[in-house]
């Protein structure tokens, strides 16, 4: 059987159920604030939404492989595009571009213009040293965990901290080499 | 706007033009996230009846931020004051902008003159949510009702509002009603 292409961001998102992003921006903003009332510090906030961020990644890679068609990228310069073109598109609606490669081709910036995250939302003065959109850094990391790649995903910049962009840092750290065979008994 | 254009600088975000709201996400995305919502909040508590109102907390927290928000966009900065005037606003307009559609529908309690219910074939927190049996009566449909009670409570019409499954004859999975209950002061005058 011929390989079926891989379809574009827009082309799966306009095909996909979807719902209001105010319903989406307003629930995650609840989340972020039950997170600060429960947890008090910060850090503690950014950890976990990062952790939820995770969790939503290992499971979000199987409907991004199913609807997109990817198939295994060449090499993490492709992968990053995907998750930029295909990837934001898909789930969030917005599209996002890649930049800053290091020489060797190990590490990048996503740089995303519109964040459905944060509408309506203004950091209060104590919470400054919150990553408000952690959730997506841990979305990245625990999707490219589950394609055998490590990564470390670090926010440069963040509209809610006074930039002009939302800039994500990837690093591959390493590949994980697949083990064969599988041993699915076990 | 959400999702196009560019990010534009303001001092304050009160200064921001008011969306139309017409941006969308998909639905896979809001099931990821609030399947999250739901999955941290089991390991806050001890209780299907905390768990259920941790989430309705969570759900008046919204419904708060949309009635102020929908009464500037789509009310011209007015505020319903009869009651059955905010229940329709919350069983069209409010339902119509967080879920797409108006609710299947709204109806006066038989046996109480202070109870209404607004019912849901499929609601869509509900939608990818199969409860395990030991979970009981536990319903997600309580961040609804938090939203609902949300709206109410800003409008100045304080309710108890809960979720609960109606099993329907012949269909598979039961329909969510969210019954609202109006606190005394705002049935007796």
């Given at each position: 059987m011929a390989p079926v292409a891989p379809r574009t961001g827009d082309a799966?998102?306009?095909?996909?159920?979807?719902?209001?992003?105010?319903?989406?921006?307003?629930?995650?903003?609840?989340?972020v604030r039950q997170l600060l009332t429960d947890l008090e510090e910060v850090e503690e906030v950014n950890k976990?939404?990062?952790?939820?961020?995770?969790?939503?990644?290992?499971?979000?890679?199987?409907?991004?492989?199913?609807?997109?068609?990817?198939?295994?990228?060449?090499?993490?310069?492709?992968?990053t595009d995907v998750i930029a073109k295909v990837g934001f598109k898909m789930f969030l609606g917005v599209t996002a571009s890649v930049t800053n490669w290091d020489a060797d081709g190990t590490c990048c910036s996503i740089v995303l213009e519109d964040n459905p995250l944060v509408d309506f939302v203004e950091l209060p003065d104590n919470c400054q040293g919150l990553y408000y959109c952690n959730i997506l850094s841990g979305v990245i990391r625990g999707a490219l965990d589950m394609v055998s790649m490590k990564t470390e995903v670090t926010w440069l910049r963040d509209v809610l901290r006074g930039d002009d962009v939302f800039e994500l840092q990837v690093k591959l750290l390493k590949h994980v080499p697949e083990e064969y065979p599988y041993k699915d008994d076990e | 706007m959400i999702g196009v254009g560019k990010i534009k600088q303001y001092g304050n975000v009160l200064d921001k033009p008011l969306t139309k709201g017409?941006?969308?996400?998909?639905?896979?995305?809001?099931?990821?996230?609030?399947?999250?919502?739901?999955?941290?909040?089991?390991?806050?508590?001890?209780?299907?009846?905390?768990?259920?109102?941790?989430?309705?907390d969570a759900g008046y927290a919204v419904g708060a931020r949309v009635l102020e928000l929908l009464c500037h966009r789509d009310k011209g900065n007015r505020r319903e004051t009869r009651l059955l005037g905010i229940l329709s606003f919350v069983h069209s307009t409010v339902w119509k902008v967080l879920f797409g559609k108006?609710?299947?529908?709204?109806?006066?309690?038989?046996?109480?003159?202070?109870?209404?219910?607004?019912?849901?074939?499929?609601?869509?927190?509900?939608?990818?949510?199969?409860?395990?049996?030991?979970?009981?009566?536990?319903?997600c449909g309580a961040f609804v009702a938090g939203i609902v009670r949300g709206v109410l409570d800003g409008a100045g019409f304080p309710a108890v509002v809960t979720a609960h499954f109606v099993p329907m004859e012949g269909q598979q999975r039961p329909r969510t009603t969210i019954l609202i209950k109006f606190a005394e002061e705002v049935h007796c005058h």
């Open positions: 799966i998102f306009a095909n996909v159920e979807r719902v209001n992003a105010e319903l989406f921006t307003l629930t995650y903003g609840a989340i976990q939404l990062d952790q939820m961020g995770y969790n939503i990644g290992i499971r979000l890679i199987d409907e991004f492989l199913a609807k997109s068609n990817v198939s295994r990228c060449n090499d993490f310069r492709e992968t | 017409k941006q969308e996400v998909s639905l896979s995305a809001f099931a990821f996230l609030f399947s999250e919502l739901v999955q941290y909040n089991q390991t806050q508590v001890d209780n299907i009846g905390e768990l259920e109102r941790r989430l309705e108006v609710a299947d529908s709204l109806e006066k309690g038989t046996e109480h003159e202070d109870e209404y219910m607004i019912s849901e074939k499929e609601l869509l927190v509900n939608k990818f949510i199969s409860i395990p049996k030991d979970m009981g009566t536990f319903n």
